[in-house]
């Protein structure tokens, strides 16, 4: 079984200053994670993912991710957070088969004040 | 990225009445496709796993009478809600996969269904 947590429901941050989204996954067999985000009704956008190999993983937008086996995390940053970074963003996790089905942490509302 | 494409991006229906979504992937294709149910200010909960040519894998406390799927191809799932209620209304989101133990689910931008 997988289950993913995602510390804070939302997140305040000024333009410029930096982001940290915390995610924890759980998983009995080494885990293929995922960032996404979300915009007010719309699907969902991949901003990276973790499969194998580094584990410092650059996405799109500027943000990155790292995963950490021993605390079993992987957090999500950007440096500077710019205005249209705000949105909804959820982890998640699936087995390293590649056809099992992504499990959805709860999502982190991230806001950014001018 | 590849592209998967959701129709209608939102629909009003009436209480009683059947609604189709239907969930494209334009330019791969598409051997699972997921549907997922998001309730406001929530997570995606998963409702089926459908592969093509098969039924569809439901999963619990899902009706699989009342969300009928069908994956009839490789580029094309339809999810149809039977007999809507209020209760009904919410934001459904498919995602595809393609072959080869692709790792990445692409997701359709949703479907808004809101039943009077």
């Known amino acids: ?114 | 990225g590849a592209v998967v494409s959701q129709h209608p991006s939102w629909v009003i229906c009436k209480s009683g009445t059947s609604v189709k979504i239907e969930c494209r992937s334009l330019d791969f294709q598409a051997t699972t496709m997921f549907w997922y149910r998001q309730f406001p200010k929530q997570s995606l909960m998963l409702m089926a796993t459908s592969n093509e040519g098969s039924k569809a894998t439901y999963e619990q406390g899902v009706e699989k009478d009342k969300f009928l799927i069908n994956h009839a191809s490789l580029t094309l799932s339809t999810l149809t809600v039977t007999s809507a209620h209020p209760e009904d209304s919410s934001f459904y989101i498919c995602s595809a996969r393609g072959e080869r133990g692709n790792t990445e689910a692409f997701f359709g931008q949703g479907t808004r269904l809101t039943v009077v």
């Not at chain 1, 410092?56 to 937008?61: D, H, M, P, Q």
């Not at chain 1, 940053?77 to 963003?89: G, L, N, Q, V």
């Not at chain 1, 998640?92 to 999502?107: C, D, E, I, P, R």
Request: proline share 4%; net charge neutral.
């Open chain 1, 1 to 114: 079984a997988q289950s993913v947590t995602q510390l804070g429901s939302h997140v305040s941050v000024s333009e410029g200053a930096l982001v940290l989204l915390r995610c924890n996954y759980s998983s009995s067999v080494p885990p293929y994670l995922f960032w996404y985000v979300q915009y007010p009704n719309q699907g969902l956008q991949l901003l990276l993912k973790y499969t194998t190999g580094a584990t410092l993983v650059k996405g799109i937008n500027g943000f990155e991710a790292e995963f950490k086996k021993s605390e079993t995390s992987f957090h999500l940053t950007k440096p500077s957070a710019h205005m249209s970074d705000a949105a909804e963003y959820f982890c998640a996790v699936s087995s390293n088969s590649g056809y099992s089905t992504l499990t959805f942490g709860k999502g982190t509302m991230l806001l950014v004040s001018p």
